[in-house]
């Protein structure tokens, strides 16, 4: 069963965005692929972010989180926030917007308040009230058939 539901869910394009939060002065993050858009009014997401994170823990605290959607050339910071441990921002570009971490160059940007948080199996899915939404203009990361790529028009890809 695990691995039929592995390959089911492998065959879903998901968008690839960093979930970032402040511990008060050091920035954290991890890549997340389970993330979607929740309400419209008002504005609100969910994400769900792996019981054992380091992240779920700063995020139980502080109450907030940024989404970074991931651009489409950005599979390598997708990498380096997937990895354990603390020095994920290290060579990182990366700013201050709404006092959380804001990664350089992503496609989409979300800062949240955190309505509450579900527990859902091994992770806990945490519904974010929509503060503040910037887009870019990079085509957005996805995941699919377990390998990163982008979204292509129907019209385009028939070719």
């Given amino acids: 069963m695990t691995d039929a539901f592995l390959d089911v869910m492998a065959a879903v394009p998901t968008p690839v965005s960093v979930v970032t939060a402040m511990d008060g002065t050091r920035p954290h993050g991890t890549t997340v692929s389970a993330f979607a858009s929740l309400s419209l009014d008002p504005p609100m997401v969910l994400v769900a972010l792996d019981r054992g994170s380091d992240l779920l823990k700063i995020v139980r605290e502080q109450r907030r989180c940024g989404l970074n959607v991931l651009a489409c050339a950005q599979s390598d910071l997708a990498k380096v926030f997937a990895r354990k441990g603390a020095a994920k921002f290290t060579g990182v570009r ?66």
């Avoid at 308040?113 to 990361?141: C, E, F, K, R, Y």
């Fill in 94 to 159: 990366w700013y201050s917007e709404d006092g959380l971490p804001r990664l350089d160059g992503v496609c989409g940007w979300l800062s949240c308040n955190v309505a509450d948080l579900v527990d859902g199996g091994d992770h806990v899915v945490a519904l974010g009230t929509v503060i503040s939404a910037q887009v870019g203009n990079p085509a957005p990361l996805t995941y699919h058939a377990r390998e990163f790529g982008t979204h292509i028009a129907l019209d385009r890809a028939v070719r």
